[in-house]
């Protein structure tokens, strides 16, 4: 059964789907919650010990003897990583749908507020990725859609490690898709967007492709 948090955490990008955003609701409203607050790094930690649970490696250990070794592994104290998987676990089912939200909500405040088709996170391994999808506007400006994008997730939560983004036409063909880590996106700032996108913050997508492609 759904938390409680994780049903409201819903709810709101429900909402933000249907009229355009959290800011619908409450307008100026920042969305805060214990799910957003946890680390690229501590997550790491904590899915470390979920895949231990299930590594044939260490299927014949009893709890403390697992949670030993994998304290080990990634050169933690054991009640460190305890503590860290004990917070973890109660908003675990809040951190995609809490980050989704926070990253509607920033795209809401974007040029390209109207035509956001997707957005989705991904936290199945260590490295959190997120995918952000929207229709292309004038191919002039894919850059500083690409750059409002890579701002937007960046208001997100910390967990996020990587950001894959594409626009596509109305065909549902892309016309451009790149990837951004971290450390990239969290360098742009809004303001800027229109004045360093094509050069500045252009330079820190990978794997760009521009031009109708799969």
Same mark, same amino acid.
């Given at each position: 059964? %759904?938390?409680?948090?994780?049903?409201?955490?819903?709810?709101?990008?429900?909402?933000?789907?249907?009229?355009?955003?959290?800011? #619908?609701?409450?307008?100026?409203?920042? %969305?805060?919650?214990?799910?957003?607050?946890?680390? #690229?790094?501590?997550?790491?930690?904590?899915?470390?010990?979920?895949?231990?649970?299930?590594?044939? &490696? =260490?299927?014949?250990?009893?709890?403390?003897? *697992? =949670?030993? @070794?994998?304290? @080990?592994?990634?050169? /933690?104290?054991?009640?460190? =990583?305890?503590?860290?998987?004990?917070?973890?676990? @109660?908003?675990?089912?809040?951190?995609?749908?809490?980050?989704?939200?926070?990253?509607?909500?920033?795209?809401?405040?974007?040029?390209?507020?109207? *035509?956001?088709?997707? !957005?989705?996170?991904? !936290?199945?391994?260590?490295?959190?990725?997120?995918?952000?999808?929207?229709?292309?506007?004038?191919? *002039?400006?894919?850059?500083?859609?690409?750059?409002?994008?890579?701002?937007?997730?960046?208001?997100?939560?910390? !967990?996020?490690?990587? /950001?894959?983004?594409?626009?596509?036409?109305?065909?549902?063909?892309? /016309?451009?898709?790149?990837?951004?880590?971290?450390?990239?996106?969290? *360098?742009?700032?809004?303001?800027?967007?229109? &004045?360093?996108?094509?050069?500045?913050?252009?330079?820190?997508?990978?794997?760009?492709?521009?031009?109708?492609?799969?």
């Amino acid at each position: 059964m %759904l938390g409680f948090t994780h049903v409201v955490a819903r709810w709101i990008i429900g909402g933000a789907v249907l009229l355009g955003g959290v800011g #619908a609701f409450w307008p100026g409203l920042a %969305l805060a919650g214990p799910a957003l607050e946890i680390k #690229a790094q501590e997550y790491g930690y904590y899915r470390a010990w979920v895949d231990g649970r299930e590594d044939p &490696r =260490l299927a014949g250990d009893d709890e403390p003897t *697992r =949670l030993k @070794k994998i304290a @080990k592994q990634e050169n /933690l104290k054991i009640a460190d =990583l305890r503590a860290l998987i004990e917070r973890i676990s @109660k908003v675990a089912n809040s951190i995609v749908p809490e980050n989704e939200a926070a990253i509607r909500q920033s795209l809401n405040q974007t040029v390209i507020k109207k *035509r956001v088709r997707e !957005v989705e996170i991904n !936290v199945d391994s260590s490295h959190v990725v997120a995918f952000v999808k929207w229709e292309c506007g004038d191919k *002039r400006d894919i850059d500083k859609e690409a750059s409002y994008v890579a701002w937007a997730v960046g208001q997100g939560g910390g !967990v996020i490690g990587t /950001l894959g983004l594409w626009c596509v036409n109305e065909n549902d063909i892309k /016309l451009f898709s790149a990837q951004i880590g971290r450390g990239g996106f969290t *360098r742009i700032k809004k303001k800027t967007v229109e &004045r360093f996108a094509t050069s500045r913050y252009a330079r820190l997508f990978e794997k760009v492709k521009r031009g109708p492609h799969r």
